[in-house]
């Protein structure tokens, strides 16, 4: 019994410590003034008129769901030969990772810490000479952060011009969800909310801009999900390991009656026991789940020297999932033990309320959700209906026992006892599958990331040897090394950032014979009225294989839909032709 709640605590520790780390690393790559960020508000033509009419309907208490906005410029320009996303950012807007902004003189820059550009430096960008006020490890490598106006001066944008307007919005929901967030690492990611609208606005949540860390997230909750199973197969041995306690103290008790102690009295006497039982496993578990996110990080970085940064601290977070499960198991599978030994045997009709609510769940799970929780709780609870059945497959495999003929007195006896206690047998026969269905569960869950990480190598590093330097005609190179003997390919490739509905889109484009079609899963060329659409992309503008797309009064077929592979942008691929 111990070493199941032990084993069951420990697993729990380790889940959220190694998915604390890796949600920590996410937040570090996430750009700064996007973390309290929750949408972002798109309009075609967008203009400052457009923001201060927003901002002023906030203000008069028409909006109470927003808490806060900000105006965002963002384009694409060529500094010294490499290109950069210029990012313009209100400093006044209440916004705290921006409040530095508001210092920066005109004209000056922001870059990211290992840039290459010192403090002081003068820089062309077009036409201007822009200065960088300072380096900071905050900024995304290729990125300039500076405000709104200096923005719109690199750009060359009017100054009424703006890309969209990011917006932090609370609800009791969100803050619910954000809760649970801290104690259960990426369970934002099983909850479909509502999507929150705006009548005159196209809205987008962060998780379509950051589309890396809502996979993350699904990852995290997938993960702690099934990690938690191991929670229920120790509630299963427990409860199997109390019914054999009982027993064993079943004189004792029938004595305790006869002199009067009430039934009440001894059920507490019996939780206190498994209280400190379970007390003591959740120390241990946490002391063992805290080693085993250390080995794990250890093991997942390549690194074995003694300087390697461990898992976090134990939070109160953790301690409390830690004592609460190990408690909550022991109290509860040691309450159920009693009351069957009590009572000789649970009621008919407590077994069909418990069907009733367990079929409930798998429906629900399935119809009333579309999230990763509703299907968890779908998944959990036929777990627990195949548990049910256990019983009355161990009761029809007796009839078979007698038979068994042949071999020595001792196999009889083995195998018939395996089937001849069903009501004893079938909880642990029970623990033992759902354990390895969770197991199975995970490695195909592991195998399935796997498979489709190495299918997005096998796209995105197909060539040999890559020559990148944006900014500059690599015509003439091309032309050089599909002279050489020892190349057999070159394929150029190009890009331009283009919008479609308000939204930045990056519009890719090389020569897309049958060869290059193939890496996005077209068996043909693509023709010159044709384009390929990421995943990303045709989801926001809901379209589909087969559709259309007007870029620019031209109309283009989508001739087929790829995998994005997590990109940060939406893709739109096109002949070099078009």
């Not at 019994?1 to 889940?15: H, K, N, T």
């Not at 949600?23 to 996430?30: I, K, P, Q, S, Y």
């Not at 750009?155 to 609370?170: E, F, K, P, Q, Y």
């Not at 009982?246 to 009440?264: A, D, W």
Request: contains cysteine.
């Amino acid at each position: 019994m111990f070493v199941g709640v032990m084993l069951g605590v420990s697993s729990i520790v380790a889940v959220h410590q190694i998915s604390m780390r890796v949600v920590a690393g996410l937040e570090e790559v996430t750009p700064r003034y996007f973390r309290s960020v929750s949408h972002l508000l798109e309009k075609t033509d967008l203009t400052m008129e457009d923001y201060f009419d927003l901002r002023a309907s906030w203000r008069s208490g028409k909006l109470p769901e927003i808490v806060g906005m900000m105006p965002l410029i963002e384009g694409q320009m060529i500094v010294d030969a490499s290109s950069y996303s210029i990012v313009g950012l209100d400093g006044l807007s209440g916004v705290s990772e921006v409040l530095g902004l508001a210092f920066l003189a005109p004209g000056e820059l922001v870059v990211a810490g290992q840039s290459g550009y010192v403090e002081g430096q003068s820089i062309q960008i077009g036409a201007g000479e822009f200065t960088i006020a300072f380096s900071h490890e905050s900024v995304p490598g290729g990125v300039m952060l500076t405000d709104i106006g200096t923005a719109q001066e690199v750009l060359g944008w009017n100054d009424n011009a703006l890309s969209r307007i990011a917006v932090m919005t609370r609800s009791p929901p969100i803050d619910l969800i954000a809760w649970a967030d801290r104690l259960l690492p990426g369970f934002s990611a099983g909850v479909v909310l509502d999507e929150w609208a705006l009548p005159g606005w196209r809205v987008r949540s962060m998780a379509s801009e950051l589309p890396s860390l809502a996979f993350a997230r699904s990852v995290l909750f997938n993960l702690g999900a099934l990690g938690s199973l191991a929670l229920v197969v120790a509630w299963l041995l427990v409860y199997q390991v109390s019914v054999i306690w009982l027993r064993r103290r079943q004189q004792t008790l029938q004595r305790l009656r006869q002199m009067g102690v009430r039934e009440s009295e001894l059920l507490i006497g019996f939780l206190v026991s498994l209280l400190g039982l379970g007390v003591l496993a959740s120390g241990v578990g946490i002391g063992v789940g805290q080693l085993l996110a250390n080995l794990l990080a250890r093991s997942a970085s390549g690194y074995s020297g003694a300087e390697l940064s461990m898992a976090p601290d134990i939070e109160r977070w953790v301690l409390i999932k830690a004592v609460g499960s190990a408690i909550g198991v022991c109290l509860v599978g040691g309450w159920l033990a009693f009351m069957k030994e009590s009572r000789g045997s649970v009621s008919v009709r407590l077994q069909w309320l418990l069907v009733v609510i367990l079929l409930a769940s798998c429906l629900s799970g399935v119809l009333i959700s579309d999230s990763l929780l509703g299907g968890f709780i779908s998944i959990g609870a036929a777990s627990l209906l195949v548990l049910l059945g256990v019983r009355p497959l161990l009761e029809w495999l007796r009839g078979f026992s007698r038979r068994l003929g042949g071999g020595s007195l001792l196999r009889k006896v083995g195998l018939r006892e395996l089937v001849w206690y069903p009501g004893d047998l079938a909880i642990a026969v029970g623990a033992l599958a759902l354990a390895l269905a969770t197991s199975i569960a995970i490695a195909l869950m592991v195998d399935s990331f796997r498979q489709d990480f190495q299918q997005m190598l096998d796209r995105r590093l197909v060539q040999d040897v890559f020559v990148v330097a944006e900014g500059r005609d690599l015509s003439e190179l091309a032309v050089q090394l599909a002279s050489r003997p020892d190349v057999q390919r070159v394929q150029s490739y190009g890009r331009i950032d283009t919008r479609i509905d308000g939204r930045r889109v990056a519009l890719g484009y090389t020569r897309f014979d049958e060869r290059e079609s193939k890496r996005y899963g077209l068996d043909r060329a693509l023709g010159r009225d044709e384009c390929l659409l990421s995943e990303r992309l045709a989801r926001d503008i809901g379209v589909s294989a087969g559709g259309s797309l007007e870029l620019d009064e031209v109309e283009f077929t989508i001739a087929g839909i790829f995998a994005g592979f997590g990109d940060t942008e939406p893709r739109l691929l096109m002949d070099q032709e078009s």
